[in-house]
């Protein structure tokens, strides 16, 4: 079975730039997860999708941040414009969106941003 | 939200037994799973617990206890591959939260 999929893996960019990066989930999950990992820190969610619908972003800062899922299957993240701060590791992780208990989240291998 | 804590860093020898303990605050509480995060790659799963007690998986055990908001990982049997950061989360109200890691590094 298919991992999650991320791309570009690298990316720098000028702050005021924009950048987008691109996830394909496993096959047949429903949820997906964004979430911004800071050099020494754990992953913090930015955005959670239930099929194509947003299930939580309170976390995204909304003013430079967006995220889409069109068709419910693949996800953009968009940082327009972006600023030295957003320099991170943006993980995606999809899961099967199952009620039950265990639920487990499985993760994409990262897209490291440097913000210069 | 949630309060996580856990160790920073913590080193052992190969061979030997670590334990990281996790402790959190939180409502809403619906499970704890621990991660483990080698440089530069993502989180792996490594094991979930939402009763209280000990959960054994090979050389990997976790310990939860809910009345107390304490949970611990315990690595037996270290080996160099082991040398990896180690994340607790806190599944609450199905939103999961991770904490800042523990960075542990095996010697030989």
């Known amino acids: 079975e298919a991992g999650v999929a991320q791309s570009p893996r690298y990316k720098i960019i000028e702050k005021r730039q924009s950048v987008a990066f691109w996830c394909n989930p496993i096959s047949g999950h429903a949820t997906l997860y964004w979430y911004q990992q800071i050099l020494g820190q754990g992953p913090k969610l930015l955005i959670q999708?239930?099929?194509?619908?947003?299930?939580?972003d309170s976390q995204l800062p909304k003013d430079r941040f967006s995220a889409e899922r069109l068709k419910g299957v693949d996800s953009t993240l968009k940082i327009q414009p972006a600023k030295l701060e957003d320099s991170a590791v943006y993980l995606c992780?999809?899961?099967?969106?199952?009620?039950?208990?265990?639920?487990?989240?499985?993760f994409g291998p990262g897209t490291r941003l440097t913000v210069l | 939200g949630q309060n996580i804590d856990q160790p920073t860093e913590m080193t052992a020898t190969e061979g030997a037994i670590v334990q990281i303990n996790c402790t959190y605050q939180?409502?809403?509480?619906?499970?704890l799973f621990w991660y483990q995060q080698h440089a530069g790659e993502a989180p792996t799963f490594l094991s979930y617990?939402?009763?209280?007690g000990l959960e054994e998986k090979g050389r990997f055990s976790s310990f939860l206890s809910r009345s107390k908001g304490y949970s611990y990982l315990l690595l037996k049997e270290l080996q160099m591959k082991d040398s990896a950061s180690y994340l607790c989360?806190?599944?609450?109200?199905?939103?999961?939260?991770f904490g800042a890691g523990t960075t542990v590094t095996v010697r030989a």
């Open positions: 989360a806190v599944r609450a109200y199905y939103k999961l939260s």
């Open positions: 617990n939402v009763l209280d």
């Open positions: 992780a999809s899961s099967d969106g199952s009620t039950s208990s265990y639920n487990e989240q499985f």
């Open positions: 939180t409502s809403g509480f619906n499970g």
């Open positions: 999708f239930q099929n194509n619908g947003v299930v939580d």
